[in-house]
């Protein structure tokens, strides 16, 4: 009877040191998921935002790209009637 209360004893010690192990491997696992988690919306906000910045210089620069092309005068061409036209 005693064998039998020591054998149980032993194996019940020894689930709840292997389940003590892969809790903690469970809380580690849960950590590192919640590390990932911050460095993905960190890198997110960061692209965003350079995605803004990209935006704003590209509209910067198509809208000095616009004003330089309205100060060209627009070409002339001749028509297949021979008549002049500005092409618009």
Request: proline residues 1%.
């Amino acid at each position: 009877m005693i064998t039998i209360l020591t054998l149980s004893n032993v194996i019940l010690t020894l689930t709840l040191i292997f389940m003590h192990k892969r809790i903690k491997q469970i809380e580690k696992g849960i950590e590192d998921i919640g590390t990932n988690i911050g460095y993905i919306q960190k890198k997110s906000q960061e692209i965003e935002v350079s995605i803004t910045i990209g935006k704003d210089e590209i509209l910067k620069e198509f809208s000095g790209a616009y004003k330089k092309a309205l100060m060209v005068p627009q070409a002339i061409y001749i028509s297949k009637d021979n008549k002049k036209e500005s092409r618009k």
